[in-house]
């Protein structure tokens, strides 16, 4: 249905007619990472060929489906809180039936209809095409489950509804799964192992994009620089690809370089990276084109190589220090962002110090910082003791933030005068007068809206700042429009 809106009138016609046909309203949430953002598109698309069509009012909806996330506790317990809410929902709209989806649906599996008696399926991140059947399971009574992981789903051939879009900016999943296994995480056990897409599909829907008026693409993965096209099927069993497939093997530097020649006028993102897994000549290729944007999201989660060791992070202090010097050479305005853990069993005053003193050495523009969550299932869950007092966490967590709000102060700084191309998205949360868009960094950029529009780039001169955003004045369209 996505696909031929505002096409032309014949195309507007085709949509009235599908929508008459389509008499079942969806509502849907999305907790947690792009990635469950991108899924709950594909799952709205599914189920649009299956009569329904999305709403923003919970009150009409025949379906409600919540997509979650299993990261940290907190994420699950907001999803519970919701879950309380749209039992009360339910009381006034008893033919309501409530579908969760996503990592803690993988993680829970039958258990969740167990414990929250109002819901009625259960459903894992590689079993989104089985969901028409599920809802016909739960249309006759039935409860209905199907958490599989898959070997080769990667949902390719389904062209996303994109939900509560601005127009402006998609995300386009390249590659699912996580072969990396850090102790920490529950990733590979609730999205189970990399297999990367063709790249002849993501292309495709690109130029689909770019034709409907978006101008910027983040590529999405749990680890997109291990993205790798060989014809199909794990990436663990490229070794036993044939030669010609191991010739013709797309990996994530050439899928990069294949998006920036597609399309010249789109701006290209990408997330998320290990440090690991990234080569320099996705860095190289990033340089090459004017439309890759410079800024990557390269979670360290702590300064210390014991701690790393303990998480199963496969590269130590001084390799990340490496990586970021490759970069800085290499693109010397790169913006780079982290993730952070505060408190990861048995971490020593001493380690916290190595956190703190390799961010002096980076000074990331931002960053996404958490107190250690012990996550049921994991390697650390069942080998490290939660040893850690909530106290401590807390006061190592609140030094690492106070420290990365003054390095992204230092860094907003660093922008003051300068002209910079901003790709404008919406208006202003803070001001109807002034539109918000952002620049090749990933730094928000506010502006007096004059008449200029969204999706159009700008050139505008950073004037203020705050640690978090850049104030500034457009001097006239760039050259990209």
């Excluded at 249309?139 to 898959?150: K, P, T």
């Excluded at 690109?206 to 034709?211: P, Q, R, S």
């Excluded at 050439?254 to 990234?278: H, Y």
């Excluded at 004059?450 to 640690?467: A, H, L, Q, R, W």
Aim: proline content about 3%; aromatic content about 8%; glycine content about 6%.
């Amino acid at each position: 249905m996505e696909k031929v809106i505002n096409e032309s009138q014949q195309g507007q016609s085709l949509v009235l007619e599908q929508d008459k046909k389509n008499s079942r309203k969806l509502y849907i949430e999305s907790y947690g990472c792009q990635m469950n953002f991108s899924d709950s598109e594909i799952v709205a698309s599914i189920l649009a060929n299956e009569g329904f069509n999305t709403t923003n009012n919970i009150e009409d909806a025949d379906l409600v489906l919540v997509n979650t996330c299993s990261i940290r506790d907190k994420a699950e317990q907001t999803v519970r809180k919701r879950l309380e809410h749209y039992n009360s929902v339910k009381k006034i709209n008893p033919g309501m039936k409530v579908g969760v989806l996503g990592c803690m649906a993988e993680r829970l599996k039958s258990q969740f209809l167990e414990e929250e008696k109002i819901v009625d399926l259960v459903v894992g991140p590689d079993a989104y095409k089985d969901l028409p059947n599920l809802i016909s399971e739960v249309d006759e009574g039935r409860d209905a489950v199907n958490v599989i992981l898959s070997k080769d789903e990667t949902y390719g051939d389904v062209a996303p509804v994109r939900l509560n879009s601005n127009g402006v900016t998609a995300f386009v999943s390249i590659t699912r799964g996580c072969d990396n296994m850090c102790t920490f995480c529950v990733v590979p056990f609730t999205r189970g192992r990399e297999r990367s897409r063709d790249p002849q599909s993501i292309i495709e829907e690109v130029n689909d994009l770019w034709e409907r008026g978006y101008k910027e693409v983040t590529l999405l993965g749990q680890n997109v620089d291990s993205y790798l096209w060989y014809g199909g099927g794990l990436k663990k069993d490229f070794e036993k690809a044939s030669d010609l497939q191991k010739a013709t093997a797309v990996n994530f530097a050439n899928l990069l370089d294949m998006c920036a020649i597609a399309q010249p006028k789109m701006r290209f993102r990408f997330s998320t990276s290990n440090p690991q897994d990234m080569t320099l000549d996705v860095i190289e290729i990033m340089a090459k084109h004017a439309n890759i944007c410079n800024y990557i999201h390269l979670p360290v989660q702590s300064g210390s190589n014991r701690v790393l060791k303990a998480m199963n992070r496969q590269h130590t202090r001084e390799e990340y220090f490496d990586l970021i010097d490759n970069i800085k050479k290499i693109i010397p305005d790169c913006a780079i962002s982290q993730d952070m853990i505060a408190g990861f069993p048995t971490e020593t005053e001493e380690d916290h110090k190595d956190t703190l003193s390799l961010m002096e050495y980076v000074k990331y523009d931002f960053g996404f910082m958490f107190a250690y969550s012990e996550r049921p299932g994991t390697l650390a869950a069942r080998k490290l003791e939660d040893d850690i007092e909530e106290p401590i966490k807390k006061r190592r967590l609140q030094e690492i933030i106070r420290l990365q709000q003054k390095h992204s102060l230092y860094r907003t700084q660093q922008h003051l005068g300068k002209i910079e191309e901003v790709l404008i998205e919406k208006e202003s949360k803070k001001s109807s007068l002034h539109w918000s868009g952002r620049n090749s960094q990933n730094t928000v950029v506010v502006f007096p809206k004059e008449n200029y529009k969204p999706g159009d780039f700008v050139n505008v001169k950073i004037i203020d700042c705050t640690s978090a955003t850049l104030i500034g004045e457009a001097v006239g369209y760039s050259n990209n429009n």
